[in-house]
């Protein structure tokens, strides 16, 4: 069972664009969510994450936008760059307890120039 | 520099054979993990482990076996009761005193069957 839902599979996006990938979660219990940034060969990297007590987060070109009533978040890369070419994981978790991470399947984003 | 090392980078096993992947950490953190990541599958949780001499099955545990005798390492064996081994697998390490994620991830083992 699927506990964080991650779409689209692929995305490809022209330099300059904006790279929209989206989730959907189940669990209300669910009190972090952070985004992994993933080159080929290498292990993922901590790139933004949210609470869910603000609707918005941005950093630099990146912004995660939080709907805590849909249960749904998304990763928005503006004037996304051919070094923006990964695939990136979605996670969610709860942070008390074992505060294990709950990945999404991932979206492989390949920016054309 | 601190971080997660993950050996060997590259990994061949003939069938019916054991392998053990190494992780080893030098951030003092408390808890590590073990993920397995398939094309289009995402990362999928094997084995983790808050403290020392302690550590629990995650979602697809069987086949594998892990150990936790020290903080910095924990290594994971790949048995032949798991059928379909090939994979990139991750390491993981957290603190957990951190409210926030602190995960660091290692490079990584691609282990094949040949």
């Known amino acids: 069972q699927q506990q964080v839902k991650q779409s689209p599979q692929s995305l490809i996006v022209q330099k300059g664009g904006i790279s929209i990938i989206n989730c959907a979660y189940e669990?209300?219990?669910?009190?972090?969510f952070p985004w992994y940034q993933q080159f080929p060969g290498k292990g993922p990297a901590l790139l933004i994450a949210?609470?869910?007590?603000?609707s918005e987060k941005k950093e630099g070109r990146f912004t995660i936008s939080f709907n805590k009533s849909a249960k749904q978040f998304s990763l928005h890369i503006m004037d996304s760059q051919p070094g923006d070419s990964a695939t990136y994981f979605c996670a969610a978790s709860i942070l008390t307890g074992a505060n294990n991470l709950f990945f999404g399947t991932g979206t492989r984003l390949t920016v054309i120039p | 520099d601190g971080g997660i090392t993950q050996s060997p980078k590259y990994l061949f096993r003939k069938e019916g054979q054991n392998v053990t992947l190494s992780c080893e950490q030098n951030l003092n953190h408390d808890a590590m993990y073990w993920y397995r990541q398939d094309p289009g599958q995402g990362l999928r949780l094997i084995y983790y482990?808050?403290?020392?001499?302690?550590?629990q099955k995650g979602d697809i545990a069987e086949g594998y076996s892990v150990s936790r005798e020290k903080k910095e390492s924990f290594p994971l064996t790949v048995t032949s009761a798991q059928k379909n081994p090939t994979a990139f697998y991750l390491c993981?390490?957290?603190?957990?005193?951190?409210?926030?994620?602190?995960?660091?991830f290692g490079s990584g083992t691609r282990l094949t069957v040949v």
């Open positions: 669990n209300t219990a669910f009190d972090y």
């Open positions: 993981a390490s957290r603190t957990r005193q951190a409210r926030w994620d602190g995960y660091t």
């Open positions: 949210i609470r869910p007590d603000v």
């Open positions: 482990s808050q403290i020392v001499n302690d550590f």
